[in-house]
Antibody, heavy 119, light 104 residues
Framework: QVKLVQSGAEVRKPGASVKVSCRAS????????ISWMRQAPGQGLEWMGW????????RYSQKFQGRVTMTTDTSTTTAFMDLTSLTFDDTAMYYC????????????WGQGTLVTVSS | ELTQPPSVSVSPGQTARITCSGD??????ACWYQQKPGQSPVMVMY???KRPSGIPDRFSGSHSGNTAALTISGTQAMDEADYYC?????????FGGGTKLTVL
């Protein structure tokens, strides 16, 4: 069955960076892109961007442009999301989901990774 | 921007309807996700009215113009959750603000 397993919770200080991983299994990794979303405490879902696992092409939300980098490692079927220059407002649950491109829904989601930014 | 009502209440066994409005929905598909407390979102509807495998047939979707809707017929206590609509705009993704469905 399709599974997306994310790395564990992280705590960072303001100004630091965090890298979250998302290991996929149960399907052909390069046939489906990966998207990243986040959800601040008590808030709604926010799309951060996506990456084609086939070509490596990325598209980022304008909000995160310059601060986020999404990559993949096809040898380990893992996607990564790197977020730099963290502020307190980046405290959130970060989710990866299978889906890339206009019209392609997010049909499977990871369990989420809590990133806490605290001094 | 996709607009959803912040909350909808329904009695068990009744029909709940959650709407999602926005210019981005005109001529574009909508999807719906259910999120229960402490859990990841789950897709319950895609391409306006298609149910993924495993989603009960009491869930249905519709779309007209700039408004999409998720309808839950014979609502059960287990359907109490937050629901988010989602659409695309120029290769970026939009989510509605979410609707808290309460089954009382």
């Amino acid at each position: 069955q399709v599974k997306l397993v994310q790395s564990g919770a992280e705590v960072r200080k303001p100004g630091a960076s965090v890298k979250v991983s998302c290991r996929a299994s149960g399907y052909t990794f390069t046939s489906h892109g990966i998207s990243w979303m986040r959800q601040a405490p008590g808030q709604g879902l926010e799309w951060m961007g996506w990456i084609s696992t086939n070509s490596g092409n990325t598209r980022y939300s304008q909000k995160f442009q310059g601060r986020v980098t999404m990559t993949t490692d096809t040898s380990t079927t893992t996607a990564f999301m790197d977020l730099t220059s963290l502020t307190f407002d980046d405290t959130a649950m970060y989710y990866c989901a299978r889906g890339y491109g206009s019209g392609i829904p997010f049909d499977f989601w990871g369990q989420g990774t809590l990133v806490t930014v605290s001094s | 921007e996709l607009t959803q009502p912040p909350s909808v209440s329904v009695s068990p066994g009744q029909t709940a309807r959650i709407t999602c409005s926005g210019d981005e929905l005109v001529n574009k598909y909508a999807c719906w996700y259910q999120q229960k407390p402490g859990q990841s979102p789950v897709m319950v509807m895609y391409q306006d009215n298609k149910r993924p495998s495993g989603i009960p047939d009491r869930f249905s979707g519709s779309h007209s113009g700039n408004t999409a809707a998720l309808t839950i017929s014979g609502t059960q206590a287990m359907d109490e959750a937050d629901y988010y609509c989602q659409a695309w705009d120029s290769s970026t993704v939009l989510f509605g603000g979410g609707t808290k469905l309460t089954v009382l």
